[in-house]
């Protein structure tokens, strides 16, 4: 029967055909049921939570025992294995990506050595034409690389194009061994060492980091509850506010951009500007909800009914902060501290 | 946000935590024990629009928020009589101190009302507090007449607001269809991203108003009304996505989906879903870039079917109009 350590037998993590990690968020009731909607021969193991997933193109390792996001662990190619994934998590609405927000990327492990970092702002269409960095893509190459990127976001005009897109680092411990680590912002995994206890490691810390940000944000979801059936009751819950720090010129075309449906918002909406303020009626097409934002030149609200999944506000921190403002904010001192502070701080 | 809604979300807004609005009662100790609470006093029935209590002091402060100039005399009686442990009950509020608590009547009103309300109030011999919002004041007016809390809130003068309320409440049963409209569309679109086939007006006025259940029946049944004209003005505008179907004596009215943008490949998808209020929703262009990555690392190999596919790796995905 097969267990995990036929996993860790499996899986190579070469540095010439890296090992894959893909973190899929899920909210379903019926776990192995989703599965097997997914094409090739679903295997279950000796482990209720493994199961393997043999395709015509290789076998992927499928690892629920994070119920919320599960691991896909493959040594295929991204090529043979991210088409597959991509269609079926695009295809349901009870599943999406992680979307890390940069400061996740930027200190992705505790003393990590990066090896090569990139980043990525395209300003495109919400970010008016003179912008001094409208769109800004950035790789470095070599030991302590973000260093570089810390001295651009430190000069004013381009602070807000420094966005992580992601990151390699190597990463060393005693106890486990070495490897070497790539991420990308919607938690896409490459390594290669000798460990691979330590890359689940990495993969566990990186996860357990958005997770946080996550339940925060569903925290603060809005609420109504009726008191009685003669009508009353309360509301608990609160908008969460995002700050900006470069101004938005027109609320009105940057809400019908960010509501235009396309990616990577996918956001349908509505939008009625008064007194310069946008009022959009928005729906999250990602998950199939509907979704509230008050957009300023300086801020915006987001409110999250109670049921709805906190990955919509992360992934519209993630995007916004590749789209319109890398170094924006979040009112919310708990939230601003899941989001952006460097690991190991108020984490 | 309708006008006349704006001093109860100003309210509201005022107890959020880490919101634009400064959480000025929050901060005085205040918490929301209610909202539309049936209360019963000497004087008969009232329904208090938003209750608020202080948990030191077991103070519960009954606030009437009108969205006009004019009060009702009756009503306005009627809250003076309510004692604070009925409304302690009513309200399910939760005393943490061994206090008996303490009740005040507060008008709620625009600024550009407060000469009318108070008006009003001193025809019926009532000198209850009136707190006044405009777009970027709240101001407690005849202080004297209130409880030392509310004092302490405003004892600086005027809370300044920073910027417009939160809209915790969207709309009422008195608001106009054009107001709720979008909203209900956009229950309408959520359905069509989730696949669903149809909806009865009642989910459907459920789903657009999240507060629908605080309500009476009389205000239900206005809000269901005003939700189902909503919803035929926008079968009537996209009948290729929507049709309506009007409550008879046998069956509840409900809005067919006729198709969902879901159904689409993924590159007609999201034109799809651009077409869906296009008539009501005019666009704004703008000239943007198209870049393409080229990088030869473990990066680049997790991107390499990304780049192709256009998810999220160009402005546009390459799909789309602008």
């Known amino acids: ?347 | 946000m309708e006008e006349r809604l704006l001093p109860i979300n100003t309210l509201l807004s005022l107890l959020l935590p880490n919101d634009v609005t400064p959480p000025a009662l929050a901060n005085g100790g205040f918490r929301l024990g209610g909202l539309e609470i049936p209360a019963a006093g000497a004087a008969g029935a009232v329904t208090i629009d938003c209750l608020l209590s202080h948990a030191d002091t077991n103070h519960l402060v009954l606030v009437e928020a009108k969205s006009g100039p004019n009060i009702e005399e009756e009503q306005a009686v009627k809250y003076g009589q309510l004692h604070a442990s009925a409304v302690v009950q009513s309200a399910y509020v939760t005393l943490s101190v061994r206090t008996p608590p303490t009740a005040e009547t507060v008008y709620l009103c625009l600024g550009t009302h407060l000469e009318r309300v108070g008006l009003g109030l001193a025809n019926a011999g009532l000198g209850y507090p009136i707190m006044t919002v405009s777009e970027s004041l709240v101001s407690l007016e005849r202080a004297s007449a209130a409880s030392a809390g509310l004092r302490a809130v405003f004892a600086d003068g005027p809370v300044s607001l920073l910027g417009p309320p939160a809209r915790m409440i969207l709309f009422d049963q008195d608001s106009d269809v054009e107001v709720i409209k979008p909203r209900v569309l956009a229950v309408l679109v959520a359905a069509m991203a989730q696949r669903l086939t149809q909806l009865t007006l009642v989910s459907l006025a459920e789903r657009a108003t999240p507060h629908f259940a605080l309500y009476g029946r009389q205000a239900q049944q206005k809000i269901k009304s005003k939700v189902g004209h909503a919803a035929r003005q926008i079968a009537n505008e996209e009948p290729s996505s929507f049709h309506y179907l009007p409550t008879t004596g046998s069956r509840e009215g409900l809005v067919k989906i006729l198709r969902t943008p879901e159904d689409n490949a993924f590159q007609g998808r999201t034109q799809a879903y651009q077409a869906v209020g296009r008539a009501t929703k005019p666009r704004k262009t703008r000239k943007t870039v198209e870049v393409v990555a080229n990088q030869m690392d473990l990066l680049a190999e997790l991107d390499t079917v990304d780049n192709a596919s256009g998810d999220g790796a160009t402005l546009d995905g390459g799909e789309g109009e602008r």
């Open chain 1, 1 to 347: 029967m097969t267990t995990r350590a036929d996993m860790a037998d499996d899986l190579a993590l070469s540095s010439v055909s890296p090992t894959k990690t893909y973190v899929v968020e899920a909210h379903v009731d019926d776990p192995t049921a989703c599965l097997s909607e997914l094409p090739g021969r679903l295997e279950a193991t000796e482990d209720v939570f493994l199961f393997r997933l043999v395709t015509a193109e290789g076998s992927y390792w499928v690892d629920q025992l994070d119920e919320r996001f599960w691991r896909f662990h493959t040594d295929m190619r991204n090529a043979d294995a991210l088409p597959m994934l991509r269609d079926w998590v695009g295809g349901r609405r009870d599943l999406d990506w992680m979307w890390l927000p940069s400061e996740h990327l930027r200190h992705v492990w505790p003393n990590a050595v990066s090896r090569r970092v990139r980043t990525d702002f395209r300003g495109g269409g919400l970010v008016g034409g003179d912008a001094p960095a409208r769109d800004m893509r950035v790789q470095l190459f070599g030991e302590n690389a973000e260093r570089l990127l810390d001295l651009i976001s430190a000069v004013p005009e381009y602070s807000s194009a420094v966005s992580f897109e992601g990151v390699e680092a190597e990463i060393a411990d005693a106890n486990f061994g070495r490897v070497r680590e790539g991420v990308t912002r919607t938690g896409r995994f490459a390594v290669s060492g000798d460990s691979l206890e330590l890359h689940l490691q990495f993969v566990n810390t990186v996860v357990e980091r958005y997770k946080r940000l996550v339940e925060l944000c569903e925290a603060q979801a809005i609420n109504w509850q009726c008191a009685s059936d003669e009508g009353g009751g309360t509301v608990t819950g609160a908008p969460i506010v995002i700050r900006f720090k470069r101004e938005i010129e027109d609320v009105g075309a940057f809400a019908d951009e960010l509501t235009s449906s396309r990616e990577p918002f996918r956001l349908w909406g509505q939008t009625s500007v008064k007194r310069d303020v946008a009022e959009v009626e928005a729906v999250d097409l990602h998950v199939g909800q509907t979704l509230q934002m008050d957009i300023t030149r300086s801020w915006m609200r987001i409110y999250l009914s109670a049921g709805s999944c906190g990955n919509t506000v992360a992934r519209l921190i993630s995007n916004l902060q590749h789209r319109f403002d890398g170094a924006l904010s979040l009112r919310d001192p708990k939230i601003d501290t899941a989001a952006r502070q460097p690991l190991g701080i108020g984490v």
